[in-house]
Nanobody, 127 residues
Framework: QVQLVESGGGTVQAGRSLRLSCKVSTNTTPVHCMGWFRQVPGQEREGVARLKMQPAGGNQYLAKSADSVKDRFTISRDGPTNTVYLLMHMLKPEDTAMYYC????????????????WGQGTQVTVS
């Protein structure tokens, strides 16, 4: 079982930055892929960024951001706290959405249907 708790959302002005956090808790289920997604009401959930843990262990991972945000959004992970972050710069009104953290994907893509565990989401509003 994997539990994900997001935090850090809020209302910000366009052009500002925001960092979302996702605390990952797991007992025995190995988590090798974590991602951030966003969804606007009435639209499909969109993959924003994901990181894939490397077999070498430790906190080595490969990060990937969607083309639409790759110059502004960065995903990272803090090993000791098992927390995944999404750092968002130069926010735009079109970034307004509910942002979700997800984990455990067999393919580690940006497709939401590949992920098994989801957090409750944190709202980001850019004015």
């Amino acid at each position: 079982q994997v539990q994900l708790v997001e935090s850090g959302g809020g209302t910000v002005q366009a052009g500002r930055s925001l960092r979302l956090s996702c605390k990952v808790s797991t007992n025995t289920t190995p988590v090798h892929c974590m991602g951030w997604f966003r969804q606007v009401p009435g639209q499909e959930r969109e993959g924003v960024a994901r990181l894939k843990m490397q077999p070498a262990g430790g906190n080595q991972y490969l990060a990937k951001s969607a083309d639409s945000v790759k110059d502004r959004f960065t995903i990272s992970r803090d090993g000791p706290t098992n927390t995944v972050y999404l750092l968002m710069h130069m926010l735009k009104p079109e970034d307004t959405a509910m942002y979700y953290c997800a984990a455990v994907s067999s393919l580690c893509t940006l497709a939401p249907e590949d992920y098994q565990y989801w957090g409750q989401g944190t709202q980001v509003t850019v004015s």
